[in-house]
């Protein structure tokens, strides 16, 4: 085994992998020497991660579902195992933000379905996941939190919300899965390039713009002053799953260029 092929062997499912970070993952456990379960609402996005990773010689199926049916999540999970024999891990990335208001302004469909997503996605995925990981006496989930379930943000409740819950619950299964040999650990990342948020046939490319700035403006204020590429998430998630993290679960691991160390001193820094 070469130290980059640090999940040989292992099975992962990856969810919301047709873009972004959960792409990025989706990458990066294959090329670590995982057999990579892609799964997304888009199918033309999941066969196009699945065909990155087959021309780099990885292994990869693609299930298309919705995180939030539990029917179509159970096929993911059973569809893997058919595929690879078993299962190892699961990273947990799906995700929406849902727009930016404030509470007053948000209908109940429009909180529901973030957390139907978000919170009861994640649900979902870990409790069909689990008992493969039971019967192997082994098992990795990383759950892709963010810095705003650490911290209020403006105009984001129920993302926020439901962030910060997957933070605790990844603290509670690592209390109920520890002894079981099952690690569960959380990612927060800040400010990363993809098209969370900014991405829709609602948006114009005047407002897509607009969005961009103020991120990138925002990401110029952090300590690392930037916004990172996906691929310094998956790196992180990889490492979350190899045995060089066998001593972590219940970690709550920000991956966001120092965000929420600090505050934005803006002129007082000056
Ligand atoms: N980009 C950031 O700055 C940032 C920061 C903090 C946290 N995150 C979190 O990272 C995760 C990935 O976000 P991203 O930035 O890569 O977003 P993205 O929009 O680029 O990718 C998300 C993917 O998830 C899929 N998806 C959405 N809803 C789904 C559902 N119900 N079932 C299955 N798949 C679904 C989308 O089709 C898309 O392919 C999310 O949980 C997000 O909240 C992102």
Redesign the pocket.
């Known amino acids: 085994m070469s130290a980059a092929q640090v999940l040989e062997g292992k099975v992962a499912i990856i969810?919301?992998s047709?873009?972004?970070?959960?792409r990025a993952t989706a990458k990066a456990m294959a090329a670590a020497g995982a057999s990579v379960c892609v799964?997304?609402?888009?199918a033309e996005?999941g066969l196009r991660t699945v065909s990155e990773i087959t021309e780099a010689g990885g292994k990869a199926i693609f299930v298309q579902?919705?995180?939030?049916s539990e029917e179509q999540v159970q096929k993911v999970v059973n569809d893997t195992v058919a595929a690879f024999g078993g299962l190892d891990i699961l990273v947990n990335?799906?995700?929406?933000?849902g727009g930016m208001k404030r509470i007053h302004e948000i209908s109940a469909d429009e909180f529901s379905r973030v957390v139907d997503?978000?919170l009861i996605?994640t649900f979902f995925m870990t409790k069909y996941a689990i008992p493969h990981f039971l019967k192997s006496g082994d098992g990795r989930i990383v759950n892709?939190?963010?810095?705003?379930g650490l911290i209020g943000a403006p105009k984001a409740a129920a993302y926020c919300a439901t962030?910060g819950a997957l933070i605790n619950l990844t603290r509670q299964l690592a209390v109920d899965y520890g002894p079981d040999h099952i690690r569960v650990n959380a990612i927060?990342?800040?400010?990363?390039d993809?098209?969370?948020g900014r991405?829709g046939p609602t948006m114009s490319e005047a407002d897509f713009k607009a969005a961009t700035d103020r991120r990138e403006k925002a990401a110029a204020m952090q300590p690392l002053g930037r916004q990172a590429q996906?691929v310094e998430v998956a790196n992180v998630a990889v490492f979350l799953c190899s045995d060089g993290a066998s001593f972590m679960t219940g970690s709550i691991v920000t991956v966001d260029g120092g965000c929420v160390t600090t505050f934005n001193y803006g002129e007082a820094s000056n």
């Open positions: 969810t919301g047709g873009n972004g970070i959960g799964s997304d609402t888009l996005d579902a919705d995180i939030s990335n799906a995700g929406i933000g997503v978000n996605g892709i939190a963010s810095t705003y962030k927060c990342p800040g400010y990363i993809t098209s969370l991405r996906p």
